[in-house]
């Protein structure tokens, strides 16, 4: 039998993110970063930022679109820059848009360090509208 | 106190990556999915694609420059592409070189569902190949 | 009054593209590549090798998509890679396939010094299948 | 014997690229878009985004490197999105820094069709600075 428990918390939740805004306009989350992120350096894990930025412009595609009367938003691609590597402290990422298309859109994701607000990493995900979530 | 059991799984490890081959030409690994992993529609979230595309890719990447009397490598740019969304079964990825010179590499995975191989994501990592771990 | 002249060479024409080979599996192409390519240090200018590698994958791509009985295929992105500088000599591109959907294709493209082969870029373009050229 | 002739344009100036405006915060250029710049379906061709796109990026990344006592900046990777397609008249790239640092930058370009600044692609260059222009 599969524990119930091993599901109370998700892949994201995992991740830490804690969203803190959510809007067609923009999206902002944080991670309260340590060393549970660390890849074998010490550092963050790339795929820490990438799911922060996944997370953040897939919730603002997916606002759009519904708002535009479409079910939602897929990514399509997710391109995800590292520029500066950090041990822990909190991240913030906040993603807007670049463009809101009848098909697709593109949203951009910076990633900062909070106490400095010194940019760590910086994200591109272009998404496709759906106009049905069944799969 | 900080619970030692919190990071006795750190993030890699809550992705549910395994790793089956390490080596400098070809890096393997992969995941059980299930609804632990997806977003709110039931698929897979892109941030596991992308995490472990990153994680295999740095693998290797590490591997390699370390043959070469290096210390490791760093990640630049983690580009992936979502083909085919999925809810659950073992997906699988391979991270293969397409080029590694003396200060950066590129490495390719594909993510393919095992079942029938179907290529469900795929990734392109580039990385600074450094020659201290001291950050 | 416009000169036909203009055109009788057209963008691809004057960036020196020739086609070699062309089809649904694969599209080949080079450039004999002189100081006309160059950037101010003397390098072939990175835009060349994305306009090549662009012209080969929408070529394939297209291939594709008629022969699927669609009317064709256009970029959605284009993500090349350089890794090796040159000023001279003839450079070979090869685009394959990498997904080939009902939507949306991903094609591959090495560009590489026909001397020794050696890898000067390499480019991943993603294209929306069309049912028109009606714009 | 080689014609001066042939060369008395070279590669950017054939892609009509006119540069307005260049420094280390920003840098504008537009071009005359016609049926030249056109691929078979009568739009523009995407190589012509790119190298609008890496033309104005590597030029801010080499007055930003110069101005730092450097000798200017190489591309590593221009990821150039394709979002509408014109046939024809002015379009405008805007290039500005989201990343100057000691080893790399990286540059984002929006092209915008002149008259109505509707967004037609945009584009990051990733770029690594050098000390020297000797290759």
Redesign the interface.
Known sequence: MESPF??SV???G??GIVLDEIGVDRVVGHIVV??????????I????H???A??LA?TGA?CWAIEQGMA?A??????????K?V?EGVIVGEATP??C?RS?Q?WQVFIRRESDER?LA?S???LQNITS?E?
Chains 1, 2, 3, 4 share one sequence.
Do not use: M, W
């Not at 340590?34 to 550092?43: F, N, R, V």
């Not at 894990?45 to 820490?48: A, D, K, N, Q, S």
């Open positions: 091993a599901h998700n892949y994201v995992h991740s340590d060393e549970y992120h660390s890849q074998p350096y010490g550092l894990h790339g795929g820490v990438c799911t922060l996944e997370t897939s997916a939602g897929v990514g399509l691609t997710n391109k995800t820059d590292f520029i590597g041990t670049i463009h298309g697709q593109i940019l910086q591109q995900v272009r979530t799969f």
